[in-house]
Nanobody, 118 residues
Framework: QVQLVESGGGLVQAGGSLRLSCAAS????????MGWYRQAPGKQRELVAT???????NYADSVKGRFTISKDNAKNKVNLQMDSLKPEDTAVYYC????????????WGQGTQVTVSS
């Protein structure tokens, strides 16, 4: 059993910053990758950023240059530093991880709300 718990969401003015964190707990043999997705009202869930065990990163075009993903392998944590936030960044942000337990499975967190006001 693996759980992902997000924190750090909230309400912020446009141009401001937030830092999201996600911690994975449970019986974890290894983590292949961790990342962040988001879902705005009326839209599909979309990729925001991912980071692999080898520290390769991938970002959505809409957040490149503004968001930075990082991880702490020892603590099974992933962070998302969100700068220069825009109203269109408003969404529920979900942590995602591919974890071997030893079976390789994909897990989702419960989500944390990010609201950016004009």
């Amino acid at each position: 059993q693996v759980q992902l718990v997000e924190s750090g969401g909230g309400l912020v003015q446009a141009g401001g910053s937030l830092r999201l964190s996600c911690a994975a707990s449970g019986t974890i043999f290894s983590v292949n990758y961790m990342g962040w997705y988001r879902q705005a009202p009326g839209k599909q869930r979309e990729l925001v950023a991912t980071i692999t065990s080898g520290d390769s990163t991938n970002y959505a075009d809409s957040v490149k240059g503004r968001f930075t993903i990082s991880k702490d392998n020892a603590k099974n944590k992933v962070n998302l530093q969100m700068d220069s936030l825009k109203p269109e960044d408003t969404a529920v942000y979900y942590c995602n991880a591919e974890v071997r337990t030893p079976r390789l499975r994909n897990y989702w967190g419960q989500g944390t709300q990010v609201t950016v006001s004009s």
